[in-house]
């Protein structure tokens, strides 16, 4: 079974940069896609971005494509998500999750515990 821990949230001022780390254990996950989603209070969680693990073949939702990046290191089985010029609606807990190649994108099953992000304005 993999598992999935987030880190490298917390607290920043609006314009700020903050990388998050998604490190992957267990099982390999080299035929899985990695994908970073996130929920604000009061709000249902939206994916964000995501990456073929292989490939690195990646995708960023548009309304944050040009301040998200998303990347992994397979040599430490991470995945990372690079968010700058943060602003206050990018608050949220941010999940990494994980899903068979394959699969869509309603099939995420592995999930990490989640990080907190807050941006302060």
């Known amino acids: 079974q993999v598992q999935l821990v987030e880190s490298g949230g917390g607290l920043v001022q609006a314009g700020g940069s903050l990388r998050l780390s998604c490190a992957a254990s267990?099982?390999?996950?080299?035929?899985?896609?990695v994908g970073w989603f996130r929920q604000a209070p009061g709000k249902e969680r939206e994916f964000v971005a995501a990456?073929?693990?292989?490939?690195?073949?990646?995708h960023v939702e548009d309304p944050v494509k040009d301040r998200f990046t998303i990347s992994r290191n397979t040599a430490q089985n991470t995945v990372y998500l690079q968010m700058n010029n943060l602003k206050s609606e990018d608050t949220a807990v941010y999940y990494c999750?994980?899903?068979?190649?394959?699969?869509?994108?309603?099939?995420?099953?592995?999930w990490g515990q989640g990080t907190q992000v807050t941006v302060s304005s």
């Open positions: 990456i073929t693990y292989v490939e690195g073949r990646s």
């Open positions: 267990g099982r390999t996950i080299s035929n899985y896609v």
């Open positions: 999750a994980a899903k068979r190649r394959g699969a869509t994108r309603d099939e995420y099953n592995i």
